[in-house]
């Protein structure tokens, strides 16, 4: 069993900064691709950024210069530093990992967090 645990999200003006935190915890023998996903109300779920273990990075053409994924592996956490954000990027926003356990290679979600940009 694993678990991934978000944090981080909140209320913040337009052009504010927040930072999201995924931890991954369970039974956990090395994880691939980490990412962020996002899904707004009436929209489908889409990647925002995705990292690789070795620290390849991929982003959404939306957050590009303005956002930056990075994580620890030793601690199997992913981040989400989020700069200048706006409204329409008002989010629940989904913790995603690509895990090899003792049962096999499983993908897993976190259970989200709210980010709110107020105009």
């Known amino acids: 069993q694993v678990q991934l645990v978000e944090s981080g999200g909140g209320l913040v003006q337009a052009g504010g900064s927040l930072r999201l935190s995924c931890a991954a915890s369970?039974?956990?023998?090395?994880?691939?691709?980490m990412g962020w996903y996002r899904q707004a109300p009436g929209k489908q779920r889409e990647l925002v950024a995705a990292?690789?273990?070795?620290?390849?990075?991929n982003y959404a053409d939306s957050v590009k210069g303005r956002f930056t994924i990075s994580r620890d592996n030793a601690k199997n956490t992913v981040y989400l530093q989020m700069n200048s954000l706006k409204p329409e990027e008002t989010a629940v926003y989904y913790c995603?990992?690509?895990?090899?356990?003792?049962?096999?290679?499983?993908?897993?979600w976190g259970q989200g967090t709210q980010v709110t940009v107020s105009s």
């Open positions: 369970g039974s956990i023998f090395s994880i691939n691709a």
């Open positions: 990292i690789t273990s070795g620290g390849s990075t």
């Open positions: 995603n990992a690509d895990t090899m356990t003792p049962l096999g290679q499983y993908d897993y």
